[in-house]
C-alpha cells in the first residue's frame, strides 16, 4: 500500500498542538517577552539603613514600619493600581558604604523615591548621591547639616527632628527647672557638637552658666576618667550628648558614681532601644526629648491607629521612636505620589510641600525653604515602676508643640528667600 | 583649670587603679602564656569576651554574680585547656608565628559563635545589688563596685604569687619559664605544665571579663580593644613577667587616667607614647628578659 504523502498547505493536526503546546509553555514560563508598560512596574522605594552595627536594633524598627506603610498604600489600592515596594539595603552605619549603596539603588533597581538612614554623616553620604541624580530623599534621622545649604537640595526632605529643635525643646523645659550650672559630656562628632551647640544657644536665654564641654571619642566604654571632674566642677545639669551603647554605658557610669544624687541628667534624645538595652537602672530619672512614644496613643487618633497596625502585623510589638520615623517618611512619600498622581519627581515635590498630614504624632508639614517636618517634640522621663508592658518605658512629662520659631530660620540656614 | 585639687587627683587615681587593675588581670594571662609558652595569643581578648558571657550566662540559669566569680574562671580555664590541648599543641615545633596565626583566626571564629549563640547587640549586665552605689573614700565618692574590681584583682595577685612562689608546681613553672630544656632534662613533662598554664592564664582573661561586664555592657567585641591595650601593658612590662605586667598594668590605667585630667584629648594614645618610650630607653620593658624574642 503506497502511503499518500499530503502535500496540503493546511496545518497538520500535529504541527499545531506542537506549536500551541510551545507556546503555552513559552507563555507560562518566566521567560516571556510580554510588553509590560513602565507604568506597570511597583513603585520602588529605596531603604538604606544600618541594619549591621552598634544601631542594628533601630534599623530593624524602621524598616518593619516602613513595609506598614508600603503594605497600607498598597492594600488601599495603591497609585490607581500601582502597587508600591520597598527595597532594603544595608548601609554599616558607614557612609562610603551608604554612597555605594544607594548608587546600586538608583541605577540597577531603578527606585523611584529614597528614605533612609541614621547617622549624621551617613544622611549626608546618601544625600549627595540623590541630590546628583535627581531622586527624592526624605531623610530618617537627626541632622542639622541637611538642612542647610550646601547639603539641601529641593529634593531632600526631612522627615526627623534636627539637633537644633531637640535640644532646643529639651534646653527649654529643664534649664528653668533644675539650674543654671551644666556640664556638658559630649561625644565628639557632629551629632554630638551640633546638639551642644543647639542648647547652648537655648541657655542664653535662660542665662545659664557653662562649665565646660567634655567630649570623648564615640565607642568609648570606659568614663570613669571623666566622670570625677565632672562631678567635682557641681553642676545643677549634667548634658549627656551621645546615642546608642555611648549613651547607655554614660548613663550606667554616671549612675554608678553617684552623680545622680546632686545633678540632674538631660539628654538631647532618649531613644527607646537604649532604654530597653540598659535597663531601668541606668536611666532612672533621666529627662530628655524624642520624636514619638507610644503612649501618645491616648491624644491623638492617628498614634492610635498605628500602633494597632503595628500590633496586628508584628504580633502585638509596639512601635519606637524611630520605627515611627521609617513610618513616617514613608508614608509621607507615598501620600504625595497619591496627591500627585504620579510618580514624577517635579510633582510629588510638589505635593510634599504642600502636604499637610497627621499619621502617627499628630499634625506635621513641610516647611518649605528647608524641607524640614515641624513637628511636636515630646520631653520623656525613663519609668522604671508600674510598667504596663514591655514597651512602657517612659513618660511623656511635656509635649513642645510644632511651631517654626523653634526651628533656625531659613535665613540662617543661607537658604534664599 | 576648675575645680583642680588634691581631692581630684585623688580619685582620678583610684579612677585609674580600677581601669588599671583590669588590664593587670588580662595583661597577667597574656605575660604568663609568652613566657612559658611563647605563644602570643591573640585570642586572648576573645576568652575575655567568653567569660563575660559566661557569667551573663550563669545570671540567666539563675545563679547570681558570686557564683559567677567562681564558675566563669573555671569554665574558662577548662576550655583553654581543651584549646591548647586540641589546637596549638600541635605547633610548638613551628615557631613563634604559626601559633600566632592560629590565635588571630581563633579570635575570630570565637567572637562570631558567641554572635551566634547570643547576638550581635550585647546585654546589660547589672552591677550585683550589695556593690551598687557610691562610697566616701575620703576624698570623694566612688562606686563601690570599682573597689571591688581593685580588691578582687589583688586577691588574684596574691593566690598566683602565692601559687608561684610557695607551691612546688608554681616552682616548676618558674623554671619552667626559665629553661624549659633542662627542665625536660630533670624528667617534667612540661607538655602538661604548659597545658595548665595556658588554663590559667586564659581562667584570669575570662575573670577580667566577667569584673568588666558590669562597667560597660557585655558585647561580643569587647575583647578587641582592650587586647590592643593589653599589648602596650605586656611591652612596658616586659613580655613574660609577671611583675611586670602588674607594674605596667597599673602605670597605664593611671596614666590614661591623669592625662583624661590634663589633656583629655590625648587620653587613648598617652599610653602608647608611653610604650614608645620605654621601648626607646628599655627595650625589653621593666622586667623583661632581654633578647626574649629572638
Given at each position: 500500500m503506497t502511503t499518500r504523502v499530503s502535500k496540503s498547505r493546511s496545518i497538520s493536526r500535529r504541527r499545531l498542538l506542537t506549536t500551541a503546546g510551545v507556546g503555552a509553555a513559552i507563555a507560562a514560563s518566566p521567560f516571556r517577552i510580554s510588553p509590560l508598560r513602565a507604568e506597570e512596574a511597583n513603585i520602588k522605594i529605596g531603604f538604606p539603613v544600618p541594619l549591621t552595627g552598634p544601631y542594628g536594633t533601630e534599623a530593624q524598627d524602621q524598616v518593619r514600619a516602613a513595609q506598614l506603610a508600603v503594605a497600607q498604600f498598597n492594600d488601599a489600592g495603591g497609585l490607581g493600581g500601582r502597587k508600591a515596594e520597598l527595597v532594603v539595603r544595608d548601609d554599616k552605619l558607614n557612609p562610603g558604604e551608604a554612597a555605594t549603596r544607594t548608587l546600586e539603588l538608583v541605577e540597577k533597581e531603578k527606585v523611584n523615591f529614597v528614605v533612609g538612614s541614621l547617622s549624621a554623616a551617613v544622611q549626608l553620604a546618601i544625600n549627595n548621591v540623590t541630590k546628583e541624580r535627581g531622586i527624592i530623599f526624605n531623610s530618617i534621622s537627626q541632622s542639622d547639616a541637611i538642612?542647610?545649604?550646601?547639603?539641601?537640595?529641593?529634593?531632600?526632605?526631612?522627615?526627623?527632628?534636627?539637633?537644633?529643635?531637640?535640644?532646643?525643646?529639651?534646653?527649654?523645659?529643664?534649664?528653668?527647672?533644675?539650674?543654671?550650672?551644666?556640664?556638658?559630656?559630649?561625644?565628639?562628632?557632629?551629632?554630638?557638637?551640633?546638639?551642644?551647640?543647639?542648647?547652648?544657644?537655648?541657655?542664653?536665654?535662660?542665662?545659664?552658666?557653662?562649665?565646660?564641654?567634655?567630649?570623648?571619642?564615640?565607642?568609648?566604654?570606659?568614663?570613669?576618667?571623666?566622670?570625677?571632674?565632672?562631678?567635682?566642677?557641681?553642676?545643677?545639669?549634667?548634658?549627656?550628648?551621645?546615642?546608642?551603647?555611648?549613651?547607655?554605658?554614660?548613663?550606667?557610669?554616671?549612675?554608678?558614681?553617684?552623680?545622680?544624687?546632686?545633678?540632674?541628667?538631660?539628654?538631647?534624645?532618649l531613644s527607646h532601644g537604649s532604654r530597653v538595652a540598659a535597663g531601668p537602672q541606668a536611666f532612672e530619672g533621666v529627662i530628655g526629648g524624642c520624636s514619638f512614644y507610644w503612649g501618645i496613643e491616648d491624644k491623638f487618633a492617628s498614634t492610635k491607629a498605628f500602633n494597632d497596625a503595628f500590633r496586628k502585623m508584628y504580633n502585638g510589638k509596639l512601635p519606637t521612636d524611630y520605627g515611627a520615623l521609617g513610618y513616617g517618611g514613608v508614608r509621607a512619600v507615598l501620600s504625595a505620589v497619591k496627591n500627585a498622581g504620579s510618580v514624577d519627581t517635579d510633582k510629588v515635590i510638589a505635593a510634599l510641600e504642600a502636604l499637610k498630614y497627621d499619621y502617627y504624632k499628630g499634625p506635621q508639614y513641610y516647611r518649605k525653604c528647608d524641607h524640614q517636618s515641624v513637628q511636636s517634640v515630646l520631653i520623656i522621663r525613663s519609668k522604671s515602676k508600674g510598667l504596663r508592658n514591655e514597651s512602657d518605658v517612659f513618660e511623656v512629662i511635656s509635649t513642645e508643640e510644632p511651631n517654626e520659631a523653634h526651628l533656625r530660620t531659613c535665613e540662617e540656614l543661607s537658604h534664599k528667600a | 583649670m576648675a575645680g583642680l585639687n588634691l581631692d581630684l587627683i585623688g580619685l582620678q587615681l583610684f579612677a585609674g587603679l580600677a581601669l588599671g587593675a583590669i588590664y593587670v588581670l588580662f595583661a597577667i594571662g597574656l605575660s604568663l602564656i609568652f613566657g612559658m609558652l611563647t605563644v602570643v595569643n591573640f585570642a586572648h581578648g576573645a576568652f575575655y569576651m567568653v567569660g563575660a558571657y559566661v557569667g551573663l550566662y550563669v545570671l540567666?540559669?539563675?545563679?547570681?554574680?558570686?557564683?559567677?566569680?567562681?564558675?566563669?574562671?573555671?569554665?574558662?580555664?577548662?576550655?583553654?585547656?581543651?584549646?591548647?590541648?586540641?589546637?596549638?599543641?600541635?605547633?610548638?615545633?613551628?615557631?613563634?608565628?604559626?601559633?600566632?596565626?592560629?590565635?588571630?583566626?581563633?579570635?575570630?571564629?570565637?567572637?562570631?559563635?558567641?554572635?551566634i549563640a547570643f547576638g550581635k547587640i550585647g546585654y546589660p549586665f547589672d552591677t550585683p545589688e550589695l556593690l551598687q552605689g557610691a562610697v566616701n573614700i575620703g576624698v570623694g565618692y566612688f562606686p563601690l563596685y570599682r573597689l571591688f574590681v581593685i580588691g578582687a584583682t589583688a586577691a588574684v595577685l596574691l593566690c598566683l604569687w602565692l601559687?608561684?612562689?610557695?607551691?612546688?608546681?608554681?616552682?616548676?613553672?618558674?623554671?619552667?619559664?626559665?629553661?624549659?630544656?633542662?627542665?625536660?632534662?630533670?624528667?617534667?613533662?612540661?607538655?602538661?605544665?604548659?597545658?595548665?598554664?595556658?588554663?590559667?592564664?586564659?581562667?584570669?582573661?575570662?575573670?577580667?571579663?566577667?569584673?568588666?561586664?558590669?562597667?560597660?555592657?557585655?558585647?561580643?567585641?569587647?575583647?578587641?580593644?582592650?587586647?590592643?591595650?593589653?599589648?602596650?601593658?605586656?611591652?612596658v612590662g616586659g613580655m613574660g613577667s609577671i611583675g611586670g605586667a602588674v607594674l605596667a598594668g597599673l602605670l597605664v590605667g593611671i596614666v590614661i587616667s591623669l592625662s583624661s585630667l590634663f589633656v583629655p584629648e590625648m587620653a587613648k594614645v598617652s599610653i602608647f607614647a608611653l610604650m614608645a618610650i620605654v621601648l626607646i630607653v628599655r627595650p625589653q620593658g621593666f622586667f623583661g628578659r632581654a633578647g626574649l624574642m629572638s
Open positions: 538642612n542647610q545649604v550646601p547639603d539641601f537640595s529641593r529634593f531632600t526632605f526631612h522627615e526627623a527632628l534636627n539637633p537644633h529643635m531637640t535640644s532646643g525643646a529639651v534646653g527649654r523645659y529643664a534649664f528653668p527647672k533644675f539650674g543654671k550650672k551644666v556640664a556638658f559630656l559630649t561625644a565628639d562628632y557632629a551629632f554630638g557638637h551640633e546638639m551642644v551647640r543647639g542648647f547652648l544657644e537655648v541657655g542664653k536665654a535662660f542665662n545659664i552658666e557653662n562649665l565646660g564641654d567634655f567630649r570623648h571619642p564615640i565607642g568609648t566604654t570606659d568614663f570613669s576618667t571623666l566622670l570625677p571632674r565632672i562631678q567635682a566642677l557641681k553642676p545643677d545639669i549634667l548634658c549627656i550628648s551621645n546615642f546608642g551603647r555611648d549613651q547607655q554605658i554614660a548613663l550606667r557610669q554616671a549612675t554608678d558614681f553617684g552623680i545622680k544624687k546632686t545633678t540632674q541628667i538631660i539628654v538631647p534624645v | 540567666m540559669l539563675g545563679g547570681n554574680f558570686w557564683i559567677c566569680l567562681v564558675a566563669v574562671p573555671l569554665a574558662v580555664g577548662l576550655f583553654g585547656m581543651l584549646v591548647e590541648r586540641l589546637l596549638i599543641r600541635r605547633l610548638y615545633r613551628r615557631g613563634i608565628d604559626y601559633p600566632l596565626l592560629l590565635t588571630f583566626g581563633l579570635s575570630y571564629v570565637m567572637v562570631e559563635l558567641v554572635r601559687f608561684l612562689e610557695r607551691t612546688r608546681f608554681g616552682l616548676i613553672i618558674r623554671a619552667g619559664a626559665r629553661d624549659s630544656q633542662i627542665v625536660r632534662v630533670l624528667g617534667v613533662d612540661i607538655s602538661r605544665i604548659w597545658l595548665i598554664v595556658f588554663g590559667i592564664g586564659t581562667a584570669i582573661a575570662g575573670f577580667a571579663g566577667l569584673l568588666a561586664a558590669p562597667l560597660q555592657g557585655v558585647i561580643p567585641e569587647m575583647g578587641s580593644t582592650i587586647l590592643a591595650e593589653a599589648f602596650v601593658v605586656t611591652v
